[in-house]
């Protein structure tokens, strides 16, 4: 997955969210897309990186055809900003099953809160 850019960065007591917008692989992993490295200064717009990243929530679609597609995230066990996964799931397959191995997903955006320190 590639970092786009930031919608939103408000910062209160230390806790970083922000809102942004996420280019899927061009061959997805299964198990999930390793997350951009948030780490970084400037990766999806930020003004500092994140040293741990709590959660990221999937907030939708950039266009009516990606709707297909539903993300998860699962984190590390010490919230790495650099290693958690996004796993996408097709809710137009059966039982909503994690898309397949290597599909290109470099034309899809994903839009996310994500929240860390």
């Known amino acids: ?33 390793t997350i951009p490295d948030l780490s970084t200064a400037g990766n999806l717009g930020q003004a500092q990186g ?15 055809a990606d709707d297909q597609f539903l993300c998860t995230y699962v984190p590390t066990a010490a919230h790495s900003p650099t290693a958690g996964k996004v796993k996408i799931r097709d809710v137009t397959a059966a039982a909503d099953a994690e898309v397949a191995a290597t599909t290109d997903l470099s034309a899809r955006t994903f839009r996310f809160l994500i929240i860390g320190v």
């Not at 910062?11 to 692989?25: M, N, P, R, W, Y």
């Open 1 to 33: 997955m590639t970092a786009a850019n930031v919608l939103a960065e408000p910062d209160a007591l230390g806790i970083k969210v922000v809102i942004g917008k996420v280019t899927g692989s061009a061959s997805y992993a299964t198990g999930g897309d």
């Open 50 to 64: 994140f040293t741990k990243v709590f959660g990221i929530v999937f907030c939708g679609n950039e266009t009516a």
